[in-house]
């Protein structure tokens, strides 16, 4: 290939982020993941601060989000990983399920793979048989008050 065709585009963002028909392999680094709420407004996600938010005194649906850190076979990187409810629970099953077997999550690869999009996107994370070996000495970003990139 050659031209735009071909090109190579290398992006800066610490953010973990799967296409459609793209899977990724990763692993997961938290143990424990950050959790947060969150409005979604007409133009970007906002940031819910409980009792004193003026989105929920008027009566807006609030949601939970989750960022954990995940070394990203793709990008050979660490970054980090926002998800919803929809993959939290997939996460806390296949976590429970490894258990049953003396596992962690922790030890063992994820493929992670998305279809649809806009509202109708879904993701499935699913374990991998085989895990491949992550580099020793990641450094992981914080989960509590970095940026909320949406």
């Known amino acids: ?3 735009f065709a071909g090109l190579e585009i290398k992006s800066n963002s610490k953010y973990f982020k799967v296409k459609a028909g793209e899977p990724h392999d990763a ?3 938290s143990e424990t993941p950050a959790t947060y709420m969150v ?5 970007a996600t906002i940031p819910c601060n409980g009792g004193i938010c003026t989105y929920c005194a008027k009566g807006a649906e609030v949601k939970q989000r989750f960022k954990a850190n995940v070394y ?5 990187k660490v970054l980090l990983w926002e998800f919803g ?3 939290a629970k997939q996460l806390r099953s296949l976590a429970k399920t490894l258990e049953e077997e003396g596992k962690a999550l922790l030890d063992v690869d994820i493929k992670v793979e998305v279809s649809g ?3 109708d996107t879904k993701y499935m994370v699913t374990p991998r048989m ?3 070996e992550i580099p020793k000495g990641l450094r992981l970003h914080a989960l509590e008050n970095s940026e909320i990139p949406f």
């Open 27 to 29: 692993r997961v680094l």
């Open 85 to 87: 409810t929809m993959v």
């Open 1 to 3: 290939m050659s031209g």
């Open 117 to 119: 999009s806009g509202m």
């Open 72 to 76: 990203d076979h793709n990008s050979q």
């Open 39 to 43: 409005h979604q407004g007409p133009q």
């Open 130 to 132: 085989t895990s491949k």
